[in-house]
Structure formats: structure tokens, C-alpha cells
């Protein structure tokens, strides 16, 4: 089923191993994968970073969609926060963005490693650390944080879907999803359900879905170009966290 899902919205996106290079914006890098079987990834550092040495920054990690796998990590600046950042590269987070190989899906064993290696060289706040994801990458923003409800501030799955049977355990995170009524690729009941799925979990905190009218897969345009997500992001703290 997986497999099936994933073509399907590989040919909804062009191919990233026949694309040029993308322009990736100041403050945004191509970072080669630190060992073996890991994955390179885009690294955004916020301007002030290298100013106080002692100042924690919030992190937020994006998960791309079938259409940016491939070999050449500039694609992933396609779509989504690497895209957004060209227009606004004073925003005051570190963001990396990890890329898969061509046909592969994500794993949370690997996007792990990931972010532990990012903490360790990085001087990230561990109150404020993000996840969002897009289509493949939204389907696997819900796979991570149900493996880690205890990690993330926040939560913003865009056009995906996932199993309900879990969905007790993000009661207490932060969670706002995005779809088109019109998505073809992964219907908006997906994320309907998971969202009435949690809510019915009665937790600290109610987690939100926007469906966008007249909008198909590609609802990830109208949520990463909102001013309101990325003020709602910003805003997110895991409580009982010591920097």
C-alpha cells in the first residue's frame, strides 16, 4: 500500500534527478550525509547564530515529498520552509531539511541519527524543536512523532494521512495539519480522522486541521506561505524542558 502511495505521488511532482540546481538563499547549505546509509540534508543557521556563543535556538526539521528524492539535495528547496527561506532568510530557527535516495521512504530509525548528530553540533533549545513534513514527509512527520511524542514541540503534517490506533499518545503535543478538499493523492479524510482521532483523546492541548477549498495535493503552497504558521511554530515550547 505504501509502495502504491508513493508512486502515485512521485508522478504528481517532477523528478528531482533530472532538475537543475536550486538557488538555496543566504544562510541555507548543501550538508553531505555524516556516515554511511545517513542522509545529506540542507542546513539553515540564523543570522545571530555565530554572535553569542552561548544562546540555544529553536530547530525545526522538514520532510519533503516523493517528488525531491533523489541525489542532489538542492531539491529540496522546492517546495516548502527551504523554499521560503529565499524570500525570508531572517528567520530565527535552525532548519534542516534531510533528503531520501531515489524510490526510498522515510525512516525513523535513520532520521533519529539525524537529529541527534544536529544536537551534538549544533546549539539547538530542546524545549523548541519542530517537525513538519509534506505529502511522503507528512505520512512520516506522523510516523516520528508517534515513536517520540515526548520529543517534539510541535507538529504540522501537510497532505498526509495516518493509522488513528495511536493517536492517544499526541494528546499533549502541539499539532496543526493542512490538506486541500480536493486532494487526490492522499484524501483529506486522513488527516480528518487523525485529528477527530486525538480530540477525542480529551489532552492538554487541541490540535488543529485547516482544509483549504478548491485545493488540490499541493496544499503545502498556501500553509508554509502563511505568516500565521510560522508565528503558531514559533510560539511552541515543550514544558519541563531545561535548555
Same mark, same amino acid.
Not at 523554499?83 to 535516495?101: N, R, Y
Given at each position: 500500500m505504501r509502495r502504491l502511495l508513493a508512486a502515485a505521488l512521485l508522478a504528481l511532482t517532477a523528478s528531482a534527478a533530472t532538475a537543475d540546481p536550486l538557488p538555496l538563499g543566504a544562510g541555507q547549505t548543501a550538508q553531505?550525509?555524516?556516515?554511511?546509509?545517513?542522509?545529506?540534508?540542507?542546513?539553515?543557521?540564523?543570522?545571530?547564530?555565530?554572535?553569542?556563543?552561548?544562546?540555544?535556538? %529553536?530547530?525545526?526539521?522538514?520532510? !519533503?515529498?516523493?517528488?525531491?528524492?533523489?541525489?542532489?539535495?538542492? =531539491?529540496?528547496? +522546492?517546495?516548502?520552509? %527551504?523554499?521560503?527561506?529565499?524570500? !525570508?532568510?531572517?528567520?530565527?530557527?535552525?532548519?534542516?531539511?534531510? =533528503?531520501?535516495? +531515489?524510490?526510498?521512504?522515510w525512516d525513523v530509525a535513520t532520521l533519529d541519527r539525524l537529529l541527534a548528530d544536529i544536537r551534538k553540533r549544533y546549539r539547538v533549545d530542546p524545549s523548541r524543536i519542530y517537525l513538519t513534513g509534506l505529502s511522503l514527509g507528512g505520512i512520516a512527520s506522523w510516523r516520528w512523532a508517534i515513536a517520540h511524542p515526548d520529543l517534539f514541540a510541535a507538529v504540522a503534517p501537510v497532505a498526509a494521512e495516518t493509522p488513528t490506533r495511536r493517536a492517544c499518545v499526541l494528546k499533549d503535543v502541539p499539532i496543526w495539519a493542512f490538506h486541500g478538499d480536493d486532494d487526490g493523492a492522499v484524501p483529506v479524510r486522513g488527516d480528518?480522522?487523525?485529528?477527530?482521532?486525538?480530540?477525542?483523546?480529551?489532552?492538554?492541548?487541541?490540535?488543529?486541521?485547516?482544509?483549504?477549498?478548491?485545493?488540490?495535493?499541493?496544499?503545502?503552497?498556501?500553509?508554509?506561505?502563511?505568516?500565521?504558521?510560522?508565528?503558531?511554530?514559533?510560539?511552541?515550547?515543550?514544558?519541563?524542558?531545561?535548555?
Amino acid at each position: 500500500m505504501r509502495r502504491l502511495l508513493a508512486a502515485a505521488l512521485l508522478a504528481l511532482t517532477a523528478s528531482a534527478a533530472t532538475a537543475d540546481p536550486l538557488p538555496l538563499g543566504a544562510g541555507q547549505t548543501a550538508q553531505a550525509a555524516y556516515r554511511a546509509g545517513d542522509y545529506p540534508f540542507l542546513l539553515f543557521v540564523p543570522r545571530g547564530y555565530e554572535t553569542d556563543k552561548t544562546q540555544t535556538w %529553536p530547530l525545526m526539521i522538514f520532510l !519533503h515529498g516523493s517528488g525531491e528524492r533523489g541525489s542532489d539535495v538542492t =531539491q529540496v528547496a +522546492a517546495w516548502g520552509p %527551504p523554499k521560503v527561506l529565499a524570500q !525570508h532568510p531572517g528567520t530565527p530557527m535552525l532548519i534542516v531539511s534531510p =533528503q531520501l535516495p +531515489a524510490d526510498a521512504d522515510w525512516d525513523v530509525a535513520t532520521l533519529d541519527r539525524l537529529l541527534a548528530d544536529i544536537r551534538k553540533r549544533y546549539r539547538v533549545d530542546p524545549s523548541r524543536i519542530y517537525l513538519t513534513g509534506l505529502s511522503l514527509g507528512g505520512i512520516a512527520s506522523w510516523r516520528w512523532a508517534i515513536a517520540h511524542p515526548d520529543l517534539f514541540a510541535a507538529v504540522a503534517p501537510v497532505a498526509a494521512e495516518t493509522p488513528t490506533r495511536r493517536a492517544c499518545v499526541l494528546k499533549d503535543v502541539p499539532i496543526w495539519a493542512f490538506h486541500g478538499d480536493d486532494d487526490g493523492a492522499v484524501p483529506v479524510r486522513g488527516d480528518f480522522e487523525m485529528i477527530e482521532a486525538i480530540r477525542a483523546c480529551k489532552g492538554s492541548v487541541k490540535p488543529r486541521l485547516t482544509v483549504y477549498p478548491a485545493t488540490d495535493h499541493f496544499s503545502w503552497v498556501p500553509a508554509y506561505d502563511d505568516p500565521a504558521f510560522w508565528r503558531w511554530i514559533g510560539e511552541q515550547r515543550r514544558q519541563g524542558v531545561s535548555r
